[in-house]
């Protein structure tokens, strides 16, 4: 039989046993939480492996070549649990006040050492860089780490680390942080909840008035379970612009839904973003155009400027592949909508989208009723206007869905073309500042759109259809 500390007799075979069980154990550093030893926490299960650093490699680079990632540089992002990086400060404190004062430590400060997130990256990108067969870098791949702390990573010991005779005072419970100030120490240990205390500062002069041994027991504490780990990687997005013609007045610009009901056959960007999105092998794609016209309005002309986002692309196609993707858009059964320009363009392709919609001008071409015969001076007075203000209040049929606000708009110019063997309908052809309601300028919107071609002319106008001809802008 055996005595222990307190001197009571304990069985000797059980204390023998329970000695070879901790020898068995791996012993998790209390710094790193078994990060630089390649120790994690599987769903519970301490995960070591026998080769830590290859293994973590390997793994990685598997998981790359799985997602089929076209790659010619990566980069590296290491996420590390905050307790760390507390450690990491506790103890180059501990040792420049300890030895700060040695030669060796004047030539090069303890806060230059390399911290935990480059230590580790330090380790794994030449293992990376031989089984990808490309160079570590600021590539557009990104390879992530993240380790997280277990919730019983760090047993709470800290209590332990100070004078029994230390008074404690609690002095307060805010979100679920029950804090406790030893009153003779100048430190408050805060008690997560979770299996971890954290030690606080609450004296003037800190942790500096404690001794060099009781200050490394205090954060050193015995660690659990090493930190739970996961990787992932991602690529940068890549951009398509080019302009595109839509020649249904049954396609809407984006996916339409009312009810759950789709509106329209199809829509312009479903038809081009996804044959995009295919041939990238991209999770998912973002779709921006340059305005917008309505459901049963065409698209002609030189073609409206889109965007088009690709998110995670596994593949980034040649310019003879993008050619092949305008193709195979333009030879649709359905010839619903066509695609000029197409190609590969950078992020600045955003810029250049939001720059241009603030400046461009559009051109129309309507198909126009009125309750009276046109005349030549009707004809005169519409091809007269130059730069011509409008007011226009939010349209009655967009009221549900925008704001009631006055807008002032441009009529930069306008012609009439009769059409043969009728004196009440003609094609009017008109130049205007981007966001102007067409529709509405030509029926007034009961008096909403001030002034209308019903107003120039004093009588009735309706707009029977409605054609985009251009959208002047210097991109794509």
């Not at 480059?118 to 990108?125: P, Q, V, Y």
């Amino acid at each position: 039989m055996l005595e222990n500390s307190d001197g009571n007799l304990i069985d000797g075979q059980s204390s023998e046993s329970e000695h070879l069980t901790n020898l068995a154990e791996p012993v998790i550093c209390s710094m790193c939480l078994g990060i630089l030893q390649f120790y994690h926490d599987n769903n519970g299960q301490l995960s070591v492996s026998k080769d830590g650093l290859n293994d973590l490699a390997a793994s990685i680079a598997e998981l790359v070549k799985q997602q089929g990632h076209q790659i010619d540089s990566f980069s590296l992002e290491v996420s590390v649990p905050s307790i760390t990086l507390d450690n990491e400060r506790v103890i180059m404190s501990y040792m420049n006040r300890k030895y700060g004062s040695q030669l060796f430590s004047q030539e090069r400060s303890f806060s230059e050492c390399i911290c935990l997130k480059n230590a580790l990256k330090s380790l794994i990108t030449a293992p990376l860089e031989m089984l990808l067969g490309v160079k570590y870098g600021q590539g557009p791949l990104h390879i992530r780490l993240t380790y997280s702390e277990s919730s019983k990573t760090i047993e709470k010991s800290v209590e332990r680390e100070f004078d029994s005779t230390s008074k404690r005072r609690k002095t307060g419970n805010e979100n679920g942080l029950e804090t406790v100030e030893l009153l003779n120490s100048g430190v408050g240990c805060i008690t997560t909840g979770v299996g971890r205390t954290v030690v606080t500062d609450t004296s003037l002069n800190g942790l500096q008035h404690h001794q060099s041994s009781d200050f490394s027991k205090l954060l050193l504490e015995k660690v659990r379970r090493p930190c739970s780990f996961s990787f992932h990687c991602n690529r940068d997005p890549i951009y398509f612009g080019g302009r595109y013609l839509k020649f249904s007045r049954n396609v809407s610009q984006t996916c339409w839904m009312i009810d759950e009901e789709r509106m329209g056959e199809a829509s312009v960007e479903e038809i081009i973003s996804s044959c995009i999105l295919l041939m990238c092998r991209g999770d998912k794609y973002k779709f921006h155009a340059a305005g917008r016209e309505d459901i049963d309005v065409r698209m002609l002309g030189s073609g409206r400027p889109f965007l088009v986002e690709i998110q995670n692309p596994r593949h980034i196609p040649s310019d003879v592949l993008v050619k092949d993707i305008e193709e195979k858009i333009n030879s649709s059964r359905d010839k619903l909508v066509r695609v000029k320009n197409l190609k590969l363009v950078g992020s600045q392709g955003w810029t250049l989208m939001r720059e241009g919609e603030a400046e461009k001008q559009k051109e129309y071409a309507a198909l126009v009723w009125i309750s009276r015969p046109l005349e030549d001076p009707d004809m005169l007075s519409i091809s007269s206007v130059r730069d011509m203000c409008i007011l226009q209040r939010t349209p009655i049929r967009v009221l549900h869905r925008r704001s009631p606000l006055d807008r002032e708009k441009i009529i930069h110019w306008m012609k009439i073309e009769r059409i043969a063997d009728t004196s009440q309908y003609f094609i009017l052809h008109l130049c205007t500042q981007a966001g102007t309601y067409i529709k509405e300028f030509v029926h007034g919107d009961l008096g909403r759109t001030h002034p209308s071609i019903g107003s120039i002319l004093g009588c009735r106008a309706e707009i029977l259809q409605l054609d985009v001809t251009d959208v002047k802008m210097d991109v794509f």
